[in-house]
């Protein structure tokens, strides 16, 4: 499935779409419903919501450039290793992340939950 992905880099930015948006309804969408439901305990896992924001970007980026994208992020043609472009958007993806997680941790103690 690795090669597949390889080979295929908008079938993996569809794929991490997919599963951000499965960790999304289940640590955030359900989190928010239960917050608003006035639940007695509504607990938020910093590490999930992270992951689905930065899975969500990741592959709407991979979805929408492709091949041109996937090569762009690397510092050679095949390469692991990522080149200063690919470093610079790690970098805002996870400042986005975490923005992204404050705000939502922000909007749950809008409800009156502390953590």
Known sequence: MKKYF????????????????????????????AAQAHADNV??????????IMFFLFGIFLSITGPFGDQMMRA????????????????????????GYFAFQHYIESFGYKF
């Open 43 to 52: 607990s938020v896992s910093m590490k999930l919501v992270l992951f689905s």
């Open 76 to 99: 050679a043609p095949g390469s692991r290793k990522l080149s200063l472009i690919g470093w610079i958007a790690v970098i805002i993806v996870c400042a986005v992340s975490f923005a």
């Open 6 to 33: 390889e080979r295929n880099p908008r079938i993996a930015g569809l794929f991490l779409v997919t599963i951000s948006l499965i960790l999304g309804k289940f640590y955030m969408w359900d989190v928010v419903v």
